[in-house]
């Protein structure tokens, strides 16, 4: 079973960056399609971005354009790079890896919080 650890949350102005990290560890990382999730309070978890084993990748509409993922299957370590922050992307971001044969895993998730 993957373990997933994320960091790189935190305060940032409206326009800012930051960088979201997450390393798996436990399994075979390169097998999985590696994601970001996000939840805002009293709303449900809802994508930020995907990619697989092979480097395809999927945006939620609302990131598109400022938001990209990379992953570096030497070091198990998916990157979720995010830019012109609004405060709309407060949330806490999850880390996910998903496989046909493992089912899915979640991190515990960070606080990212955007202030106007």
């Known amino acids: 079973q993957v373990q997933l650890v994320e960091s790189g949350g935190g305060l940032v102005q409206a326009g800012g960056s930051l960088r979201l990290s997450c390393v798996a560890s436990?399994?075979?990382?390169?097998?999985?399609?590696m994601g970001w999730y996000r939840q805002a309070p009293g709303k449900q978890r809802e994508l930020v971005a995907i990619i697989n084993n092979g480097g395809s990748t999927q945006y939620g509409d609302s990131v598109k354009g400022r938001f990209t993922i990379s992953r570096d299957n030497a070091k198990n370590t998916v990157l979720l790079q995010m830019n012109s922050l609004k405060p709309e992307d407060t949330a806490v971001y999850y880390c996910?890896?998903?496989?046909?044969?493992?089912?899915?895993?979640w991190g515990q998730g960070t606080q990212v919080t955007v202030s106007s």
């Open positions: 996910n890896a998903a496989s046909i044969t493992r089912g899915q895993t």
């Open positions: 436990g399994s075979i990382f390169v097998i999985y399609t």
